[in-house]
Structures are given as structure tokens and as C-alpha cells.
């Protein structure tokens, strides 16, 4: 007899993320979907009735007759995978967190909270201990989030760096794929052919999650990291897979080698558990690119190319990550992965 899976239900379910995570969910050994909600202009339908359905694979079995529900504190599972649009995810995810819910959520809203873990497991997985002073606030529940998904390509790539040789310096600029802003997005005459040099908030989102991210837990509370950063992120016509150039001084000098050392040290630590690649370095300049790379891990990997001097701080390299599996749906799902193997869920 296999294990009893745990009850999910997914917020936002119409959504991009939300279609990633029911996608990525199905057959999932730990979580079983029983619940799927979204806004009242859904709620009550059926779900393959509604959708715009997006993902190469049909809509699962079980999903596809489901009834869409509102996002009320009377649904039936125990955790809950939030894509929901941050115009009302802090609400609505507050109010199922204070319900008894563990919330998992996507969304930009809890995520400099102070007392809300923001997590990268293979990262600052110790940033769990936040959830105690949640329960603290008299929440029954908790909230986790996960990063901006431009956050975490830098991130996931910069790490190893950071590690071992410390940082001063780091300039980004993304090349924004279009799915990255939801259904249906970015109207199309605005980005074929073009590139438009704005995404609100991103680029805040991109200098304060990343210090927050690589900030020690210390006393109860994340002391942030406090090297100099600055993100210009541009939305391009790409379907999937943000790609980001990144320029970096360290505070202890490194050679290319060292820095391709750190990469590969760093992937190994977790290629032997998950068999998936955390970061593959490309030694070809042309690569990563979106349409290449973008599906590499499943989806879960960060792909890492073209490293080399830079002439304004120490060196440059090319980072990409698939932003709705990486950078969203996957990376809500490891969190909770992990909330289960250290039985906080
Ligand atoms: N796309 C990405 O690559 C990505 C990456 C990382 C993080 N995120 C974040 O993840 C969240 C979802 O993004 P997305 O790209 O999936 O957006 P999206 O495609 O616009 O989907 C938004 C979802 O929110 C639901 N919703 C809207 N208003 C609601 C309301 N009043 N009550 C309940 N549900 C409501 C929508 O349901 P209806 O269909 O019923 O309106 C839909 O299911 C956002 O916070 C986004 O910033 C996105």
C-alpha cells in the first residue's frame, strides 16, 4: 500500500502558474490536487470548460471535470499552492494562512515580510525557521514563498559565487520572457518584434529579494546581505525562459576557473540527490538559449554560459531559467517538498 498523499488545492488555477502547477502536480507522489479555485468570474464552472489550457500535455484526468471553486477558507486539503494575481493574493493567502492552511505561494505580496520565510531550498533552506514566528502572530497556518522568477536564475547562479568568494558588486539586465506576465499578458502588438524596457516593480523585486535570499537567519530574524546591487529588466518576445545577463566584482579575487569550480562544487552537492542538474555551465559562447535551454532539469535547471572578464567590475556571465517552472510552479512545489522532509507539513 503506498503512502497517503497529501490534500492540495491550487489558488489561481486558470493562471499561468496556476496551469504549471496542476501540470507539474499530477502524479505527484507526495500531493494529490483535490481542490482548484480562482476568482468569482470562474467559480462554479468546470475547469476544462474555462481554461484557456496552455500546457503541451492534456489537462490530467482528474482535474479536467473538477469543479472551479472561490478562494474561501472551506476547502478541502491541507496545503495550498497560491498563483494568484498579486492584486489580491496578500488577502486572500492572509486569510488562509490564519484558517489553518500552509500557503505556498508565488505571489510578490509575503515575501519581504519579516516573519515569512522567502526560499531557494538549495540555498537558505535554514530561512524555514521564520515559520515559528508566524505562529507566533497567532497564525494556525503559515505562509512560504518563493522568489520573483528573474530572482531566481540570479540567484541560483550567483550563489556558488557568492559562497566562496563574497560579493560587492552585481549589475543585471533580464531579457524577460512573455509568459512571465501571466494570461493572456503582454498584448501582441506591444512585443512582437520589439522589446519594451519596463516590467513595474521587477526590477525593486529583482535588489531586495536577492539580499533577503542570500541574508543569514540570525536571533530570530534574516540579517540581509549587503553587497550593491542593480537589476534592468526588459520584457522580450520570448514564450519561455528569462534570460539574464550579469556583470559581478567579488570581495575575494577569483580566477575563471575557481568560478567554474564554485559552479560545479556547488552542483554536485545536489545532483547527487535529485539526479537534476541545479546549474549547468555551457562552455559553447552561443549558449543558454531560451529555446534550447529553457526545458533543461525539466524545466528545474539554471542554465550558466559565456563567462569572462569584465572590464567596469571583475566578470560577466549568461544565466537563463524557465521562469513558470524554475521561477514559479516548480519552485513553490520543492519548497513544499521540503516543508514535508523536514515535517513541517
Ligand atoms: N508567470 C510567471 O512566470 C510568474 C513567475 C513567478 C511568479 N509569478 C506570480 O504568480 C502569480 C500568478 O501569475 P500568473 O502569471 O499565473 O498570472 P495570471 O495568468 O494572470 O493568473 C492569475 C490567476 O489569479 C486569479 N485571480 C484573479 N483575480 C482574482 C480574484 N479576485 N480572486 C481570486 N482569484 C483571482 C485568476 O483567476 P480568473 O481566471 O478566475 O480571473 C488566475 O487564476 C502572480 O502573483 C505573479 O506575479 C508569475
Same mark, same amino acid.
Given at each position: 500500500m503506498g503512502i497517503e498523499k497529501i490534500k492540495a488545492g491550487v489558488l489561481g488555477c486558470t493562471g499561468a502558474v496556476g496551469q504549471k502547477l496542476i501540470a507539474l502536480l499530477d502524479k505527484h507522489p507526495l500531493f494529490e490536487v483535490t481542490e482548484i479555485a480562482a476568482s468569482e468570474r470562474s467559480a462554479g464552472s468546470i475547469y476544462e470548460n474555462t481554461v484557456n489550457w496552455l500546457e503541451?500535455?492534456? @489537462? +490530467?484526468g482528474n482535474i479536467a471535470g473538477m469543479k472551479i471553486k472561490n478562494c474561501s477558507p472551506d476547502l478541502d486539503c491541507k496545503v495550498l499552492f497560491s498563483g494568484l494575481d498579486s492584486k489580491v493574493a496578500g488577502e486572500i493567502e492572509s486569510t488562509m494562512a490564519e484558517n489553518g492552511y500552509v500557503v505556498v505561494s508565488n505571489s510578490r505580496n509575503h515575501r519581504m515580510f519579516d516573519d515569512v520565510p522567502l526560499i531557494i531550498p538549495e540555498i537558505n533552506a535554514e530561512h524555514y525557521k521564520l515559520i515559528d514566528a508566524q505562529k507566533q502572530n497567532n497564525r494556525k497556518g503559515f505562509i512560504v514563498t518563493n522568489p520573483n522568477c528573474s530572482t531566481i536564475v540570479l540567484c541560483l547562479s550567483l550563489y556558488p559565487v557568492y559562497k566562496s568568494f563574497g560579493l560587492k558588486k552585481v549589475m543585471v539586465t533580464t531579457m524577460q520572457a @512573455?509568459?512571465?506576465? /501571466?494570461? +493572456? /499578458?503582454?498584448p501582441s502588438l506591444d512585443i512582437l518584434g520589439n522589446v519594451v524596457p519596463h516590467i513595474p516593480d521587477e526590477e525593486a523585486k529583482m535588489e531586495t529579494e536577492t539580499l533577503k535570499i542570500f541574508g543569514k537567519y540570525e536571533n530570530g530574524k534574516i540579517n540581509f546581505a549587503d553587497f550593491k546591487i542593480s537589476a534592468m529588466c526588459n520584457r522580450v518576445p520570448v514564450r519561455d525562459g528569462h534570460t539574464i545577463s550579469v556583470s559581478f566584482e567579488t570581495e575575494k579575487k577569483a580566477t575563471a576557473d575557481q568560478i567554474l569550480n564554485s559552479f560545479d562544487e556547488y552542483n554536485t552537492e545536489f545532483l547527487k540527490d535529485t539526479g537534476i542538474d541545479v546549474i549547468r555551465y555551457f562552455?559553447? +559562447?552561443?549558449? +543558454?538559449q531560451p529555446i534550447l535551454d529553457a526545458g533543461k532539469g525539466n524545466g528545474m535547471t539554471v542554465s550558466v554560459g559565456n563567462l569572462r572578464e569584465c572590464r567596469v567590475l571583475d566578470w560577466k556571465y549568461t544565466a537563463l531559467g524557465h521562469n513558470t517552472i524554475r521561477g514559479a510552479a516548480g519552485a513553490a512545489i520543492i519548497n513544499a517538498e521540503y516543508l514535508v522532509k523536514e515535517g513541517l507539513l
Open positions: 503541451p500535455n492534456d @489537462i +490530467p @512573455i509568459s512571465g506576465a /501571466g494570461y +493572456p /499578458g503582454v562552455e559553447n +559562447p552561443f549558449r +543558454p
